[in-house]
């Protein structure tokens, strides 16, 4: 096990690091570790080396029921339900700081099981994910109830209550700072909480729920069920005592969660699903650092990420300047070992998710022009950044979510352009716009059908702002306080007296 480490600082000292690590591989129910009853298990894969971290345990129906059941039973026990909101500050505050303990090993976890640049799950992901959980611990005694108008002699009260058993299914490109966004304000309403977490990167999520438990979380109120979609997903979807369900991933999945709550027990289900999100520069842009922003919104996570500025359109007018530059940076962001704290792009997650992304730039051939990047770049599941020109409205590379280091570059004439443009998607996840005019900034960001708009920046979130979409980016708002509608129930007491 690593715990309590220094910052690795070279190549060197975080595969050392990595050679200790010691990976959970169980089905977490409560408070401890179990295999699959059917002993079932899966492969966790290594990206950049294609080595078999571990072997773990993937759950089938009868797990997912057990773990479902335990978290009814301590949910109807009431030790976590029925809690002070001063005991649950104490208890989640307890886990941020054993998380960011952990975090030179929970940052390896997630480099090792998904390809993502070390450097950034150890500055970024992690520490993300330990103040994410002190923001809720530290809001629980700053939120009130209401008591509404009525007529003398009456008295209303509206309380928050929690809301049962919460099933969470979250994606591979940021396992354990997406698990989080849903376990955090889950928990911290009282919910008991069963986590499927991707069965490209679940180890992560293991570790956290043990953590968890140290922190004082009591055994039960958190379980984990690593497994794949079609039988873990699935069973935790159609659950009659799941109470809510809580996604992240591809639109697809998430209208098949709909379904599930359809033929069970019309569990409530929010999603945030998948995203094509245009990133529009005007030509009174500061253009140096439109491009670096550029290549952040398109690049970063190895372009794995739902928001990801994917589409970039440009005014026509500096339109050539720009792709030279933005083609010219690029071709410097070679992909290397996630390990090492120099490289600036990590691995792909899987072999399957290479061919996936790799057919969406040969496609592209055909009808426009591969400018840089496209291809496999050295051992392993890496590919070069790549930025495609002259494609149509239709072609697949801009309507369709690639979800990989690819990004698509258009031109428009005028503003009204730019925002039809943007808005001709059937998403609706975010969208950033870069001009020194302040009229247009509010404009073309009101005009924009985007859940968040980012102005001279990109991509811009934070735990006190809600982050969510529209139209088929799903429903439903992560971080903030208002993630906690999600998990609560309004009701009301009437006093007549």
């Known amino acids: 096990m690593v715990s309590a480490l ?3 600082t070279t190549l060197a000292d975080w595969s050392r690091h990595a050679a200790a690590v010691r990976p959970r591989d169980g089905i977490f129910i409560d408070g401890a570790f179990r295999p699959a009853a059917s002993g079932a298990t899966f492969d966790s894969i290594n990206p950049a080396t294609g080595s078999v971290i571990a072997e773990v345990a993937s759950a089938q129906d009868v797990d ?15 030790d976590w339900s029925r809690s002070s909101i001063t ?25 090792m099981d998904m390809g993502k640049l070390v450097a950034e799950a150890f500055t970024v992901d992690v520490p993300s994910a330990a103040a994410l959980f002190a923001y ?3 809001a629980l005694d700053k939120i009130n109830g209401e008591i509404a108008p009525t007529e003398p002699g009456n008295l209303a009260l509206i309380t928050r209550e929690p809301l049962g058993v919460v099933g969470a299914v979250t994606p591979w490109n940021f396992p354990l700072d997406l698990a989080v966004w849903k376990v955090a304000p889950a928990l911290a309403a009282g919910n008991s909480v069963v986590l499927k977490p991707s069965e490209r990167a679940p180890l992560s999520s293991l570790r956290l729920a043990e953590l968890a438990v140290e ?8 379980n984990v069920v690593p497994g794949l979609g079609q039988t873990a997903g699935a069973a935790l979807g159609l659950h009659p005592e799941v109470d809510v369900l809580a996604f992240t991933g591809s639109t697809a999945t998430g209208k098949q969660f709909l379904r599930y709550a359809a033929d069970s027990n019309l569990k409530q289900v929010w999603l945030e699903c998948g995203g094509k999100s245009p990133n529009l520069v005007f030509a009174d842009a500061d253009l140096d650092q439109a491009v670096e922003k550029a290549l952040f919104g398109a690049f970063y996570n190895q372009g794995a990420v739902c928001s990801s500025n994917s589409r970039l359109l440009v005014q026509k007018s500096i339109a050539d300047a720009f792709v030279t530059e933005l083609v010219a940076r690029a071709a410097e962001m070679s992909p290397g070992n996630p390990l090492d ?9 899987d072999e399957a998710h290479t061919a996936h992304v790799l057919g969406f730039v040969d496609r592209a051939r055909a009808h426009g022009d591969v400018r840089v990047g496209g291809q496999r770049a050295g051992d392993g599941c890496f590919i070069e ?4 020109t002259g494609l149509g409205p239709t072609d697949e590379l801009i309507t369709d979510e690639v979800f990989g280091p690819v990004v698509a570059v258009q031109t428009f004439d005028d503003q009204d352009e730019a925002i039809r443009m943007a808005n001709a998607s059937a998403y609706g996840l975010a969208a950033s716009v870069w001009t020194s005019d302040l009229r247009r900034a509010h404009t073309v960001s009101a005009a924009l059908r985007a859940g968040t708009v980012s102005v001279n920046t990109v991509d811009a979130l934070s735990a006190q ?33």
């Open 6 to 8: 220094p910052q690795p």
């Open 64 to 78: 997912v029921d057990l773990a479902v059941m335990s978290a009814r039973r301590t949910f109807d026990a009431g």
């Open 87 to 111: 005991e649950r500050k104490t208890v989640l505050l307890r886990l941020a700081a054993l998380i960011d303990e952990h975090r030179v090993e929970l940052a390896l976890l997630d480099s």
């Open 136 to 138: 809720y611990g530290e």
């Open 215 to 222: 922190a004082g979380i009591p055994s039960g109120v958190f």
């Open 341 to 349: 704290p120099g490289a600036v792009q990590g691995a792909i997650v």
């Open 385 to 388: 950044p790549t930025v495609v």
């Open 465 to 497: 702002t809600p982050f969510g979409g529209f139209k088929q980016s799903g429903f439903g708002r992560d971080l903030s306080l208002h993630a906690l509608d999600k998990y609560t129930g309004l009701k009301t007491t009437w006093i007549a007296f």
